[in-house]
Nanobody, 118 residues
């Protein structure tokens, strides 16, 4: 079982910034599509950003221009830099590692809380 551990969440004011980290227990980061998702209480989990094993990135329209996903294969870690945070960004943020082709898998971390409030 692969473990993904998120960190870096916290309480920030609107307009502030955070950098979330996702540390993997193995070298899975280099061979997976890595993603950040978020889920607020009573709402469905939604995509924030993904980065493929080749480095291609994709962002949700709600965060495009404010967030940057990146990866450090040597550290087996994925990051999400979040700038100009808004109250609607308040959510638990989850790290994801996924492959469709063999060996297929879909791993999730336990999440890190981000609260944007004055």
């Amino acid at each position: 079982q692969v473990q993904l551990v998120e960190s870096g969440g916290g309480l920030v004011q609107p307009g502030g910034s955070l950098r979330l980290s996702c540390a993997a227990s193995g070298s899975i980061v280099s061979t997976s599509t890595m993603g950040w998702y978020r889920q607020a209480p009573g709402k469905q989990r939604e995509l924030v950003a993904t980065i493929s094993r080749t480095g291609s990135t994709n962002y949700a329209g709600s965060v495009k221009g404010r967030c940057t996903i990146s990866r450090d294969n040597a550290k087996n870690t994925v990051y999400l830099q979040m700038n100009n945070l808004k109250p609607e960004d308040t959510s638990t943020y989850y790290c994801n590692a996924r492959r469709i082709t063999w060996p297929a898998y879909n791993y999730w971390g336990q999440g890190t809380q981000v609260t944007v409030s004055s």
